[in-house]
T-cell receptor, first 111, second 119 residues
Framework: KQEVTQIPAALSVPEGENLVLNCSFT??????LQWFRQDPGKGLTSLLL?????REQTSGRLNASLDKSSGRSTLYIAASQPGDSATYLC??????????FGKGNQVVVIP | DTGVSQNPRHKITKRGQNVTFRCDPI?????LYWYRQTLGQGPEFLTY????????KSRLLSDRFSAERPKGSFSTLEIQRTEQGDSAMYLC?????????????????FGPGTRLLVL
């Protein structure tokens, strides 16, 4: 079964601290892994996509790593800001073109 | 490129009524996906189209649900005889599907969703 787990489910950090969000997946036969951001009641915004052959991707303060063999990905957000408060979703794409999502990491950055 | 759009954004209906949602994908995107998200959960795959062909359907898609993409552009998702358990956010996504004639697996771009509340 293609399960995606995100830990922790929720976390609060003071502004300026680095955020570390973890994602694990049971089936390593992935095509790619995406990190999304979701604000309350809104749709999903794609942050980073890592192809299965890649080890990491970076965009500004965001860095995502992928260890396909161990079924893990980590999203790092440097120097967090209150505007980073949101739910972050990890999603894995398999050969059936279905994205399998975790339940998300709900983040609150305290000013 | 105006992104993926969905209408309506919100829908309140009484149990037993039928509802229909529309999704307009990014122009020239061949693939279109429907997902459902309930409170506190990640989105769950419902179905996907390659042009007008419906290629995958989840077991979540009961016989009360039907999706169409008649001309390979916009798509509709209809729920008949709605139940309170159908209350959720319904998300649509699209992706190019192919580049230079070659099938690719790539980023799915999501719309803002339609939030359904069944009373």
């Amino acid at each position: 079964k293609q399960e995606v787990t995100q830990i922790p489910a929720a976390l609060s950090v003071p502004e300026g601290e680095n955020l570390v969000l973890n994602c694990s997946f049971t089936d390593s036969a992935i095509y790619n892994l995406q990190w999304f951001r979701q604000d309350p009641g809104k749709g999903l915004t794609s942050l980073l996509l890592i192809q299965s052959s890649q080890r990491e991707q970076t965009s500004g303060r965001l860095n995502a790593s992928l260890d396909k063999s161990s079924g893990r990905s980590t999203l790092y957000i440097a120097a967090s800001q209150p505007g980073d408060s949101a739910t972050y979703l990890c999603a894995v794409l398999y050969g059936n073109n279905r994205l399998a999502f975790g339940k998300g990491n709900q983040v609150v950055v305290i000013p | 490129d105006t992104g993926v759009s969905q209408n309506p954004r919100h829908k309140i209906t009484k149990r037993g009524q039928n509802v229909t949602f529309r999704c307009d994908p990014i122009s020239e995107h061949n693939r279109l996906y429907w997902y459902r998200q309930t409170l506190g959960q990640g989105p769950e795959f419902l179905t996907y189209f390659q042009n007008e062909a419906q290629l995958e359907k989840s077991r979540l898609l009961s016989d009360r649900f039907s999706a169409e993409r008649p001309k390979g552009s916009f798509s509709t998702l209809e729920i008949q005889r709605t139940e309170q358990g159908d209350s959720a956010m319904y998300l649509c996504a699209s992706s190019p599907g192919s580049i230079a004639g070659r099938s690719v697996r790539e980023t799915q771009y999501f719309g803002p969703g339609t939030r359904l509340l069944v009373l």
